[in-house]
């Protein structure tokens, strides 16, 4: 068994950066499992994008981001204190969204030697499951298409980054600049080829944060699926249940994972097929996948023909 290089500090010494809806809660969840790893609970505290920069996210339904975002360097350090793993992660999505930001943030406030961990989905798949996520919600009524049009619009009015469908999917305006601050401390992780052979890409990811490869993860139980609401009703009831932090703690307590996971899953109509707008949106995202392949050094068979 091996350990981590460096010695603990009041900060990570590895990040889960994104993209959002490719796995990333998933690949938390299943990190924080080994027994050489902690990773914050909250999970997605949006830090390394916000830091020092009080933040009001204005679009419908954004009242729940703006309660979880932590912009205040001393609270954030205190998601890590008394811990005792030597491997400490944070993931927030908007750590890749936000170049710009995140990376002065994480030379200050993560460990010197903080490791840089990409999951990324199919362009196209993930704009269209980040839609798909915020319907689930309740909070996105338009179609794809329409959602697609008012992005410029929502960027502009300050909606969060959710609802930036496509500019999410845009990897070659947010990958380089992360491949060129952290170089070999960059993992990067294609979700396709993780659901395809878990076992394998955790290995690699396990050898790359420096802790037992041997360990047996468990990713089995689907999270934080996106779909349209059967019930309008059920969709705020389940709403105001998650705002309410007495009812979440409650329910973390209560109702494991899975079958938290298998009544949400009930609740939403899944669609059969992507609809008819991902096809263009997807040729104008090439850039995004050639950018990836370029980093990886190879084709990522499992985008020829996305599901």
């Given at each position: 068994?091996?350990?981590?290089?460096?010695?603990?500090?009041?900060?990570?010494?590895?990040?889960?950066?994104?993209?959002?809806?490719?796995?990333?809660?998933?690949?938390?969840?299943?990190?924080?499992?080994?027994?050489?790893?902690?990773?914050?609970?909250?999970?997605?505290?949006?830090?390394?994008?916000?830091?020092?920069?009080?933040?009001?996210?204005?679009?419908?339904?954004?009242?729940?981001?703006?309660?979880?975002?932590?912009?205040?360097?001393?609270?954030?350090?205190?998601?890590?204190?008394?811990?005792?793993?030597?491997?400490?992660?944070?993931?927030s999505v908007s750590t890749l969204y936000w170049p710009d930001r995140s990376i002065p943030a994480l030379r200050r406030y993560a460990d010197p030697g903080c490791r840089v961990v990409v999951i990324v989905r199919e362009p196209a798949a993930r704009s269209h499951s980040a839609y798909l996520y915020l319907r689930s919600r309740g909070a996105e009524d338009a179609t794809f298409e329409a959602g697609l049009e008012a992005e410029p619009d929502r960027r502009r009015d300050g909606y969060h980054h959710m609802w930036h469908y496509r500019a999410m999917s845009r990897y070659e305006e947010q990958l380089p600049a992360f491949a060129g601050e952290f170089g070999d401390r960059l993992h990067l992780i294609v979700m396709e080829e993780l659901r395809a052979d878990p076992t394998a890409e955790m290995r690699r990811l396990c050898r790359f944060l420096d802790v037992d490869p041997s360990f047996q993860f468990d990713l089995g139980t689907p999270v934080n699926l996106g779909g349209v609401p059967r019930s309008r009703v059920l969709t705020a009831a389940m709403n105001t249940a998650r705002r309410s932090p007495a009812v979440r703690t409650a329910v973390k307590r209560t109702v494991s994972v899975g079958l938290m996971e298998r009544i949400r899953a009930v609740h939403l109509a899944r669609p059969d097929r992507e609809p008819a707008s991902v096809a263009p949106l997807r040729a104008s995202l090439v850039d995004a996948r050639e950018c990836v392949e370029d980093l990886l050094g190879r084709h990522v068979d499992a985008w020829v023909a996305p599901r």
């Open positions: 068994m091996t350990t981590a290089s460096n010695p603990p500090t009041d900060g990570p010494n590895f990040v889960v950066a994104g993209a959002a809806r490719s796995g990333t809660t998933a690949l938390m969840r299943a990190l924080g499992s080994h027994p050489e790893v902690f990773v914050t609970e909250p999970k997605e505290v949006h830090f390394f994008g916000h830091a020092e920069r009080p933040t009001t996210y204005r679009g419908p339904g954004d009242d729940d981001i703006n309660r979880t975002i932590i912009t205040d360097p001393a609270e954030f350090s205190r998601l890590f204190a008394g811990v005792d793993e030597p491997v400490r992660g944070e993931g």
